[in-house]
C-alpha cells in the first residue's frame, strides 16, 4: 500500500509524516523504516524506528533507488512500514514522471506487506492520477 502526503514546500509535511510514524510504532507489531536525505530528525523518531540517510549510500538514480528500498525489505521481513520524507528527491524523480515509481512500489507493497508513506512536495493537482488516489493529506 501506498498512503501519499502531499503539498508545496513549507506546508508541514515532515512533521506530519514524523507525527505519523511515531504514532505507527504504538501499535505496530513489525518494524518501521524511515528513509530520509539527511539524519536531521533522527532525535525527532522514536527509538524503535531506524532513520536510514539515503544519501549516506550510492543510490544515483531511480533504478538504483528501487534497489535500495528492495534491498531493505529483503533483509527486513518483519518490515510493516516505510516512511520517505522528500521522496522526490531521494528517489532522483526531480524534474521526472513519478507515476511508475509508484506504481512500482505499489507492487513492492502488496508483495511483501509493507505500507509505504511519501511525504511529496508537489500540490495535489500536480500529481499524476495514480497518485492522486492514494493521498491521504493534502496540505
Avoid at 509524516?17 to 513489525?30: D, I, Q, R
Avoid at 509508484?102 to 497518485?131: M, R, Y
Amino acid at each position: 500500500m501506498v498512503q501519499i502526503i502531499a503539498g508545496e514546500n513549507g506546508k508541514g509535511k515532515t512533521p506530519y509524516l514524523l507525527e505519523k510514524a511515531n504514532t505507527a510504532v504504538k501499535s505496530c507489531e513489525g518494524t518501521i523504516v524511515y528513509l530520509d536525505k539527511n539524519s536531521k530528525h533522527m532525535h525527532d523518531l522514536d527509538i524503535k524506528i531506524r532513520l536510514i540517510n539515503v544519501k549516506e549510500f550510492p543510490v544515483g538514480n531511480v533504478d538504483g533507488f528501487i534497489g535500495f528500498v528492495a534491498g531493505i525489505i529483503s533483509q527486513d521481513h518483519d518490515l510493516e512500514y516505510m516512511f520517505l520524507d522528500s521522496f522526490i528527491k531521494i528517489a532522483h524523480l526531480e524534474d521526472a514522471d513519478i507515476a511508475p515509481v509508484i506504481e512500482e512500489l505499489e507492487k513492492l507493497g502488496s508483495k511483501h506487506g509493507v505500507t509505504f508513506v511519501l511525504s511529496i512536495s508537489k500540490a495535489e493537482s500536480d500529481l499524476p492520477e495514480n497518485a492522486r488516489k492514494n493521498i491521504v493529506v493534502s496540505l
